[in-house]
């Protein structure tokens, strides 16, 4: 199986910057995912890591060290609507295995 | 809207009864995905199917039953609801038999009383 730990809550104003950690520990591990969810809203897909390194994607990066079970989101330019919760998401040989989410709240 | 649809939105149950929730993708994708969501705990996996014809359990599949009835559609049936099942249900399909890049529909809001 798959277990995946990430802050509970984060906080930063508006135009900052704000890395989201998330450690995994798997039996199968293919690549590390992220998601966003706005409050009463579905997931929707940020971004993926296959391979160590960085991803970018506009405002979004995320990074992945396989060799140490490690992954983070970093967004920034921060702004009011990426008030959100983030989750980083392990896919396994047959599913995709869910953090418990980090809540992001961008300041004024 | 392509995408994964879900019906109902809502729905409220009594204690006892059954229900099956729908879920249809039009992007013909492989994997499908039933995931219920409680406070504080993120996305828990109740079942899966890789492909048509097959289903797996997930991390929490006692108390629920699924079918895929084709490829677009793969449903949930709670056969005797409980109040421990009160959550939010989201399907979700894949491309990838990972779960890569995963499409969610807009959840289902359950509440059992």
């Known amino acids: 199986g798959q277990s995946l730990e990430q802050p509970s809550e984060v906080t930063a104003v508006e135009g900052a910057i704000v890395q989201i950690n998330c450690t995994y520990q798997t039996s199968g591990f293919y690549g590390l995912s992220w998601y966003q969810q706005h409050d009463g809203g579905a997931p929707t897909f940020l971004s993926y890591?296959?391979?160590?390194g960085l991803e970018e994607t506009g405002r979004f990066s995320s990074f992945l060290s396989r060799s140490d079970s490690y992954g983070y989101l970093l967004l920034q330019e921060l702004q009011m609507k990426d008030s959100a919760s983030y989750f980083c998401?392990?896919?396994?040989?047959?599913?995709?295995?869910f953090g418990s989410g980090t809540q992001l709240t961008v300041l004024p | 809207n392509a995408g994964v649809t879900q019906t109902p939105k809502f729905q409220v149950l009594k204690t006892g009864q059954s229900m099956t929730l729908q879920c249809a993708q039009d992007m013909n994708h492989n994997s499908m995905y039933w995931y219920r969501q409680d406070p504080g705990m993120g996305l828990r996996l109740i079942y899966y199917?890789?492909?048509?014809?097959?289903?797996d359990k997930g991390e929490v599949p006692n108390g629920y039953n699924v079918s895929r009835l084709n490829k677009r559609e793969f449903s949930l049936r709670l056969e005797s609801a409980a109040p421990s099942q009160t959550s939010v249900y989201f399907c979700?399909?894949?491309?990838?038999?990972?779960?890569?890049?995963?499409?969610f529909g807009q959840g289902t809001r359950l509440t059992v009383v």
């Open positions: 890591n296959a391979l160590d």
């Open positions: 199917s890789a492909s048509e014809g097959t289903t």
């Open positions: 979700a399909s894949s491309a990838y038999q990972t779960g890569a890049e995963a499409f």
């Open positions: 998401a392990a896919e396994g040989p047959r599913q995709l295995t």
